[in-house]
């Protein structure tokens, strides 16, 4: 189900909301939440080290999130912090982020964002959804299963481009929309091409990013290789 609001698409990608009485909040470097009020905890027992780690000496608790203070003055939790990683002209990128807004295209089922340090660009797996892209084969008239049909450049163009314009609905700085992806078709009787049994989704649905890494290494490489000889990357 796709959000057909901006309230729906905050409930979808994100977490919002207020702080309870007696919590203060603020927004520091790169984006992390820091929250302090009486109900913060005091420390880890007997674990100094971790403590000062979480605990600043303002009595703030740094909780990892990165969020966003939206218009009506709620906080928007978009990201974890160790999932954000620096491209290689020095943006920050919240790659959970990226992948709600780009993971409203229609076309997609689920969908992996990557970058790095060495990059100037970002890159993305994408697991179609089968559904709608059998429904356009057949009134196209095209021929062949899920790998046949995504296996065609004017198939992956066309899912690339919406998910530009899902990406720029949201938005998203220039440098947050992929550039290129690879259509994992792949998939099981779900339709996914991430999931638990493949060790590329946690048991709570989350991405195992290095899991992912990993598995999709070459297809990356691949990808950049491409953008760097047409000079796009």
């Not at 179609?128 to 057949?138: F, K």
Request: with cysteine; aromatic share 8%; glycine share 10%.
């Amino acid at each position: 189900v796709y959000p057909s609001t901006a309230e729906e698409f905050d409930q979808q990608v994100s977490f919002k909301g207020e702080f309870d009485p007696g919590m203060a909040g603020r927004v520091v470097e790169r984006g992390e939440v820091c929250l302090r009020g009486a109900n913060i905890f005091k420390g880890y027992y007997k674990m100094d080290k971790e403590t000062r780690e979480t605990l600043d000496a303002g009595g703030w608790l740094h909780t990892g999130d990165i969020g966003m203070w939206c218009p009506d003055g709620a906080l928007q939790i978009i990201d974890r912090k160790k999932n954000i990683f620096k491209l290689a002209q020095g943006e920050y990128v919240a790659p959970e982020s990226v992948e709600g807004s780009v993971g409203t295209s229609k076309w997609v089922q689920q969908v992996w964002v990557y970058g790095n340090s060495f990059e100037n660009v970002l890159v993305a797996v994408v697991v179609p959804d089968g559904e709608v892209v059998a429904a356009w084969a057949a009134k196209e008239g095209r021929k062949g299963g899920l790998a046949e049909i995504c296996a065609e450049k004017d198939v992956k163009d066309m899912i690339l481009a919406d998910m530009v314009a899902c990406a720029k609905a949201s938005k998203l700085r220039a440098f947050e929309i992929p550039k290129a992806i690879h259509l994992e078709t792949k998939v099981n009787a779900l339709g996914q091409g991430f999931h638990v049994d493949n060790d590329l989704l946690t048991p709570t649905m989350k991405a195992r990013r290095p899991q992912l890494l990993k598995h999709y290494q070459k297809h990356v490489d691949a990808l950049y290789a491409e953008l760097k000889a047409s000079g796009g990357a």
